[in-house]
T-cell receptor, first 115, second 114 residues
């Protein structure tokens, strides 16, 4: 079964450093997403990406965050200057053109720890 | 009011028990509804979609009441492997502009014990 692959599985970084979280979505999917989940809290939408541009973003996704699909296969989330409160599990997801959760596949996540 | 609200539990039930989870959502324009399952420190995985007519998948039954903006999940004959967090998830799809964004509830923790 096709998978969404995320690397690394765990990243530890110092406050103020830049981090890039990487994702390889399923090859024929057209919509890409980042979600995050702070420990003990709910899964929160960050951003959706379609047709090589951001289609929607949440209030969390401020100027410190950016996304890119540099080469047609990878989908990255960059945090420019990490803060302690950025510590969370970050999930990448992709889906086909059908609506809702149909065809929605999550990656296994990257655990980001900011120290 | 929270966009998607669930009783966080925890629910602690013996094997074989029937357990029900409830969820309410605030956006009356929401179009699609789902139950996801999340194991500890893992990604959410789709358990089932929820339809207005109610739908069943084996031991799992989901119901949707659009008038009350209420969603439920019933698990019959609980098994140890059902222990997980159950997430109520809504696709707002307000005016077709949501691009498939999912809104998650806090989750309800279920522990099934021998």
């Amino acid at each position: 079964e096709p998978e969404v692959t995320q690397t690394p599985s765990h990243q530890v970084t110092q406050m103020g450093q830049e981090v890039i979280l990487r994702c390889v979505p399923i090859s024929n999917h057209l919509y890409f997403y980042w979600y995050r989940q702070i420990l003990g809290q709910k899964v929160e939408f960050l951003v959706s990406f379609y047709n090589n541009e951001i289609s929607e973003k949440s209030e969390i996704f401020d100027d410190q965050f950016s996304v890119e699909r540099p080469d047609g296969s990878n989908f990255t989330l960059k945090i420019r200057s990490t803060k302690l409160e950025d510590s969370a599990m970050y999930f990448c997801a992709s889906r086909t053109t059908t609506g809702g959760a149909y065809g929605y596949t999550f990656g296994s996540g990257t655990r980001l720890t900011v120290v | 009011r929270k966009e998607v609200e669930q009783d966080p539990g925890p629910f602690n039930v013996p094997e074989g028990a029937t357990v029900a989870f409830n969820c309410t959502y605030s956006n009356s324009a929401s179009q699609s509804f789902f139950w996801y399952r999340q194991d500890c420190r893992k990604e959410p995985k789709l358990l089932m979609s929820v339809y207005s007519s109610g739908n069943e998948d084996g031991r799992f039954t989901a119901q949707l009441n659009r008038a009350s903006q209420y969603i439920s999940l019933l698990i019959r004959d609980s098994m140890l492997s059902d222990s997980a967090t159950y997430l109520c998830v809504v696709n707002p799809n307000a005016g077709g502009t949501s691009y498939g964004k999912l809104t998650f509830g806090q989750g309800t923790i279920l522990t099934v014990h021998p």
